[in-house]
């Protein structure tokens, strides 16, 4: 059964950090060029950050640049997303994808506030 499962998302005062994990399952994970996209409320999802299979190659939304992070572990099937100096802008819901070839798979999302 294919899971991706976002973790680490919540409430954090503008200029703050958080640290935003998926945990992936039921497919090789190390095949799969993962990424990050965020939801806003009643607009469509955009692309965040993606990284290559082996990590060696990254892509960031202009928007996040400098502030966000993307990395993966494939030993623990996991794709993290740092993210720092966080902005009220921010605020959505976060979900991790993995994608090969015509495959893709999402998860759950997890959301994160930015808020004093």
């Known amino acids: 059964q294919v899971q991706l499962v976002e973790s680490g998302g919540g409430l954090v005062q503008p200029g703050g950090s958080l640290r935003l994990s998926c945990a992936a399952s039921?497919?090789?994970?190390?095949?799969?060029?993962m990424s990050w996209y965020r939801q806003h409320f009643g607009k469509a999802r955009e692309l965040v950050a993606a990284?290559?299979?082996?990590?060696?190659?990254?892509n960031y939304a202009d928007s996040v640049r400098g502030r966000f992070t993307i990395s993966r572990d494939n030993a623990k099937n996991t794709v993290y997303l740092q993210m720092n100096s966080l902005k009220p802008e921010d605020a959505a819901v976060y979900f991790c994808?993995?994608?090969?070839?015509?495959?893709?798979?999402w998860g759950q999302g997890t959301q994160v506030t930015v808020s004093s």
């Open positions: 994808k993995g994608r090969f070839s015509r495959t893709s798979y």
């Open positions: 039921g497919f090789t994970f190390s095949n799969y060029g």
């Open positions: 990284i290559s299979t082996t990590g060696g190659i990254t």
